[in-house]
């Protein structure tokens, strides 16, 4: 069986290219034998998406609380999206950033619009983003050190990965190529001050840490740090790839404290679910004539995705919906009393970027979650993580609260 998403008249033209399996055992085997294993994924094979929900091979439907990892903040399928990126893939779908392109120039101008950075570079992942940032900075400075938090995740390219932490990230590529980064205790100002010298190009860090686990800084934290790389001369990057777009209640993570980066690194949910990146500067920090470039970056297909996403967080008022499903959600969770349970340590977050950290593994908990058509996913091996689409109902929200009360117990 076969099944194109275009349902137009042209029907049938994708025929021999969209092709279906007859069994998801076919899919595990052939996933297996042709596809490297670096992912641990339960059974299911995911087939269409409408809202904050998926449907798998065998039909079951489930609410989505990973969203591709923070990625479908407007949910599946959302039909400004698809019918934006129609229209612009049957117009110009790539063009190399040696023309102009309309919607790259229109998306830059609206990121500036939200965010108050000045110019954007555009790629096509997060990682990428953060590897312009640490050219940028590096160029900007002339420097080569990096001061990054404990628990920090930036990346996996050879680049970002010189400011991720985790040993579980590195260690298989030590020495990496980007070395001496300072790591310092996250929510800790003093001790950025302390690790700075002359060789600091740049602080690097997450408004709140998401891979590590949900880690929510004090009010101050960021603004903190901020006046100490002004008065020492060092640039602020703030990785903003999964804090962005209404995540946590705000536009962006820096809100919160109210501050404002040298450099800010985005992806994620900026394309809804298709790849894009990009880094915004301030006015003056920039890179000139050839000093960086990608093929992909900023093609008129991804900017038009960016765009059109953009348009719905702002039509459909998302931003507020995550900070007031947000609380809506923590408080309903105390309610029920998750919270008193004894395999629960604490639950936290910003907007609908939330965690419950538990005094367990929670892998049997998400598993019984799968069961019960709820997909939550695990950080750090203890924490739960919630991101779901934006667009989530609060009868959704209801029937998440009800089954992990279950499978908490
Ligand atoms: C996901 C993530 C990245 C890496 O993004 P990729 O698109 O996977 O390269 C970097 N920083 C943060 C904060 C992230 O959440």
New binding site residues.
């Given amino acids: 069986m076969r099944r194109s998403c275009i349902e137009d008249k042209s029907e049938g033209l994708a025929e021999g290219v969209i092709e279906m399996f007859s069994s998801q055992e076919e899919v595990f085997e052939k996933e297996k034998r042709y596809i490297m294993q670096t992912y641990k994924r339960p059974r299911i094979v995911l087939k269409a998406g409408k809202g904050s929900k998926v449907t798998d091979f065998a039909g079951n439907e489930y609410i989505d609380c990973v969203a591709g ?2 990625v479908n903040a407007v949910g599946y399928s959302h039909p400004v999206v698809v019918n934006a990126l129609r229209e612009q893939a049957g117009k110009l779908m790539h063009a190399s950033n040696l023309y102009y392109t309309e919607p790259q120039v229109n998306l830059a101008e609206k990121l500036s619009e939200i965010s108050g950075m000045h110019k954007a570079f555009f790629c096509n ?4 983003s ?1 590897e312009a940032a640490l050219k940028l900075a590096t160029k900007m400075t002339g420097k080569t050190g990096f001061i990054a938090a404990e628990g920090s ?5 050879l680049g ?1 990965l010189g400011v991720t932490f985790g040993t579980k990230f590195r260690s298989a590529f030590e020495p990496l190529l980007q070395k001496g980064t300072k790591f310092v205790r996250y929510n800790d100002a003093p001790a950025i001050r302390n690790a700075i010298d002359e060789n600091t190009a740049a602080v690097i860090l ?1 408004p709140i840490q ?2 590590t686990g949900v880690i929510v800084p004090s009010d101050g934290y960021l603004r903190e740090v901020r006046e100490i790389c002004t008065e020492k001369g060092v640039l602020l990057i703030l ?1 903003e ?3 962005g777009f209404g995540r946590t209640g705000r536009w962006f993570g820096k809100e919160h404290d109210g501050v404002e980066p040298d450099i800010m ?1 985005l ?2 949910a900026l394309g809804a679910g298709f790849p894009i ?1 990009a880094m915004l500067a301030t006015e003056g920090i920039e890179f000139e004539a050839s000093e960086h470039a990608s093929t992909f970056g900023g093609s008129p297909l991804a900017c038009t995705a960016a765009l059109a996403s953009i348009k719905v967080i702002e039509d459909e008022q998302l931003v507020e919906r995550s900070r007031d499903l947000g609380a809506y959600f923590r408080e309903k969770v105390r309610e029920e009393g998750i919270d008193s349970n004894p395999v629960v340590k604490e639950i936290r977050g910003r907007g609908l970027m939330i965690a419950i950290e538990l005094t367990m593994s929670c892998g049997e908990i998400v598993a019984k979650a799968l069961e019960r058509r709820i997909l939550i996913n695990c950080t750090s091996d203890n924490v739960i993580r919630l991101v779901p689409p934006l667009v989530i109902s609060k009868e959704e929200i209801d029937t998440v609260i009800s089954v992990l009360c279950e499978v908490v117990k």
């Fill in positions: 990892i923070a992942s997060g990682a990428e953060v995740f930036h990346g996996r390219t970002s997450e998401g891979e990785d790839i999964q804090t690194t992806a994620k990146g």
